[in-house]
T-cell receptor, first 116, second 116 residues
């Protein structure tokens, strides 16, 4: 069935290194993708988004890449810091009709651990 | 601008009871969505309200309901609580300027519901 999934449940990187978190989606109708970061005891925090008419989008220390051919989404975090430790979720729209803020479909999440 | 706020932050109920959770969106945001987060199922879309009307709905039983007020504040209600309803309930708001154009959803800290 339709799903958004992440390839790895846990990713451990050294402080200062770059991190890449991957996500596969299966809904061809999705036209909007978002990455959220969730720290313990908090709600998901918006990081960056990308629409299906783009392949790449950059933010501050983060880059999202979208490959529609293989339905793959990735989040790159440059020069990781201790504060980047969290669970990262990819999410997509496209499942529901009605327009506006359609319900997002979330992946299971990747726990990013920053080693000192 | 103040973020999305949710009350209460923590709640303990017993099976069979009902519960009402409250969400105040970011000022100017007209759409409010609700999600359930559990370790097993992850983040799942419950429903979305816009202009006091439920616009989208996820795959949850009728025990889960909600409403939105004229000031965009929203409440969700769960009746006849079951043990499996224990979860973090998250509210997200977005501006939602036009139908068919997905706006970024910003999440609140959530309400942690425990059903005993």
């Amino acid at each position: 069935g339709e799903s958004v999934g992440l390839h790895l449940p846990t990713l451990s990187v050294q402080e200062g290194d770059n991190s890449i978190i991957n996500c596969a989606y299966s809904n061809s109708a999705s036209d909007y993708f978002i990455w959220y970061k969730q720290e313990s005891g908090k709600g998901p925090q918006f990081i960056i988004d990308i629409r299906s008419n783009m392949d790449k989008r950059q933010g501050q220390r983060v880059t999202v890449l979208l490959n529609k051919t293989v339905k793959h989404l990735s989040l790159q975090i440059a020069a990781t810091q201790p504060g980047d430790s969290a669970v990262y979720f990819c999410a997509e729209n496209g499942r529901y009709t009605g327009g506006g803020a359609d319900g997002l479909t979330f992946g299971k999440g990747t726990h990013l651990i920053i080693q000192p | 601008k103040a973020g999305v706020t949710q009350t209460p932050r923590y709640l303990i109920k017993t099976r069979g009871q009902q519960v009402t959770l409250s969400c105040s969106p970011i000022s100017g945001h007209r759409s409010v969505s609700w999600y359930q987060q559990t370790p097993g199922q992850g983040l799942q879309f419950l429903f979305e309200y816009f202009s006091e009307t439920q616009r989208n709905k996820g795959n949850f039983p009728g025990r889960f309901s909600g409403r939105q007020f004229s000031n965009s504040r929203s409440e969700m209600n769960v009746s006849t609580l079951e043990l499996g309803d224990s979860a973090l309930y998250l509210c997200a708001s977005s501006f939602s300027r036009t139908s068919g154009d997905t706006d970024t959803q910003y999440f609140g800290p959530g309400t942690r519901l425990t059903v005993l």
